[in-house]
């Protein structure tokens, strides 16, 4: 059983460009999480979906935007990068009747360089 | 800020030693309190968790122990072992924001042999 899969693994962007990282769900999960995780820093919850809609947000700027699909898949955007968003994104699944036994299941992430 | 606060930032124990990490919090809607691990170049993978009606959980040889009064949780890894060499982040959610974890700053145990 394939766990959370994140597509790359490592990114370099110039500032300003655009990015797009994309998630698959652990089997059976149907609620996706994003967290940025800079280096020697704890994750930080950038948001939520779930049937398909955006149900939790950080403190996040909207040139972070994202997006699930029927497939409980999920992208995350980010715009006009700025040298600061260089980091770990992860990505975070789980099923939304689950008992907290299970928590979440990470990906082990997309590493963005932004020159 | 940070609503969850972690220390100590990184420690070393003997193999066979006890690793403590103490984490503290100021929002008191939080109600559910995971433990997680992260390997380099890993994501984080949940160790144990606990609900604030508890004041204590094991599972093997990791313990968590809460004092709701104080607002603090610990992890206790009892019988260190070079394979737990690992960054550990203590995390925080309230039922009314379900699925968003604040988490600590992390702390970087390393177990030498």
């Known amino acids: 059983d394939a766990g959370v899969t994140q597509s790359p693994t490592h990114l370099i962007k110039t500032r300003g460009q655009q990015v797009t990282l994309r998630c698959s769900p652990k089997?059976?999960?149907?609620?996706v999480s994003w967290y940025q995780q800079a280096l020697g820093q704890g994750p930080q919850f950038i948001f939520q979906?779930?049937?398909?809609?955006?149900?939790q947000r950080g403190n996040f700027p909207d040139r972070f935007s994202g997006h699930q699909f029927p497939n409980y898949s999920s992208e995350l955007n980010v715009n006009a990068l700025l040298l600061g968003d260089s980091a770990l994104y992860l990505c975070?699944?789980?099923?939304?009747?689950?008992?907290?036994?299970?928590?979440?299941?990470f990906g082990s992430g997309t590493r963005l360089t932004v020159v | 800020q940070q609503q969850v606060k972690q220390s100590p930032q990184s420690l070393i124990v003997q193999k066979g030693g006890i690793s403590i990490i103490n984490c503290a919090y100021e929002?008191?809607?939080?109600?559910?309190f995971p433990w997680y691990q992260q390997f380099p170049g890993k994501g984080p993978a949940l160790l144990i968790a606990i609900r604030p009606d508890v004041s204590e959980k094991k599972e093997g040889r990791f313990t968590i122990s809460f004092n709701k009064s104080a607002k603090q949780f610990s992890l206790h890894i009892m019988d260190s072992q070079p394979g737990d060499s690992a960054t550990y982040f203590c995390a925080a959610s309230s039922g009314d924001s379900w699925g968003k974890l604040q988490f600590g700053a992390g702390t970087q145990v390393v177990v030498t042999p």
């Open positions: 089997s059976g999960h149907d609620t």
């Open positions: 929002n008191t809607a939080f109600d559910y």
């Open positions: 979906y779930y049937e398909e809609e955006e149900r």
């Open positions: 975070a699944s789980r099923a939304a009747g689950q008992g907290d036994r299970y928590g979440y299941t």
